[in-house]
Nanobody, 121 residues
Framework: QVQLVESGGGLVQPGGSLRLSCAAP????????MGWYRQAPGKERELVAA???????NYADAVKGRFTISRDNAKNTVYLQMNSLKPEDTAVYFC???????????????WGQGTQVAVSS
């Protein structure tokens, strides 16, 4: 099992910024796609942003221009820089990674435990 470790959530005022981090510790052969999802109360989990191992990115329309996803392949870590936060960004944010643990293993998807982001005045 690979337990992704998230950090960086919290309470912020509208217009503020937060940076989320998610690391995949342990023995990792390679990581393919990594991403961030969020789930607000009463709503389904939705994709926020994703990034491939080569650095190609994809964003939900609601966050384009405000959020930036990046990764450090040497540290097996993905980041989400969130600027100009709005109350509707309030949700639990989950990171995701497609992880290959050895040269003969398939890629398996893993999730973080979730970190709460609250945007309120």
């Amino acid at each position: 099992q690979v337990q992704l470790v998230e950090s960086g959530g919290g309470l912020v005022q509208p217009g503020g910024s937060l940076r989320l981090s998610c690391a995949a510790p342990g023995i990792i052969f390679s990581i393919n796609a990594m991403g961030w999802y969020r789930q607000a109360p009463g709503k389904e989990r939705e994709l926020v942003a994703a990034i491939t191992s080569g650095g190609s990115t994809n964003y939900a329309d609601a966050v384009k221009g405000r959020f930036t996803i990046s990764r450090d392949n040497a540290k097996n870590t993905v980041y989400l820089q969130m600027n100009s936060l709005k109350p509707e960004d309030t949700a639990v944010y989950f990171c995701y990674a497609d992880v290959r643990r050895s040269a003969i293993s398939p890629y398996v998807g893993y999730w973080g435990q979730g970190t709460q982001v609250a945007v309120s005045s």
